[in-house]
C-alpha cells in the first residue's frame, strides 16, 4: 500500500567526515519542497474545484428548470 516516493532522498556520505549524515539537534534541514511547483498546483487544483463546482451548480438550474416546465 505504501511505497517509496520516486523523488525520495537517498542516505548519502558527508564529503567532510565519511560517514552517513543523521539529524542532529539544533541544525535545520534543507526544503524538498519545490514552492513554486506546489503553488501551480495548488493554483490548477483551485481551478478545476471551481470548474466542477460551477458544472454542478449548471446542472441543478438545468433540473429545476425541468421541473417547473413539467408543472
Known amino acids: ?6 523523488r525520495a ?3 548519502s556520505r ?4 565519511g560517514r552517513l549524515r543523521s ?3 539544533g541544525y535545520v534541514e534543507n526544503s ?3 514552492i513554486v511547483e506546489e503553488m ?4 490548477i487544483a483551485q481551478r478545476a474545484y471551481e470548474i466542477n463546482s460551477k458544472s454542478v451548480q449548471t446542472s441543478d ?3 429545476q ?3 417547473q416546465m413539467k408543472r
Request: no cysteine; hydrophobic share 50%; proline share 7%.
Open 1 to 6: 500500500m505504501y511505497e517509496e516516493p520516486k
Open 9 to 11: 532522498a537517498r542516505p
Open 14 to 17: 558527508a564529503a567532510d567526515r
Open 23 to 25: 539529524i542532529m539537534q
Open 32 to 34: 524538498n519542497v519545490n
Open 40 to 43: 501551480v498546483n495548488l493554483i
Open 61 to 63: 438550474e438545468m433540473l
Open 65 to 67: 428548470n425541468v421541473a
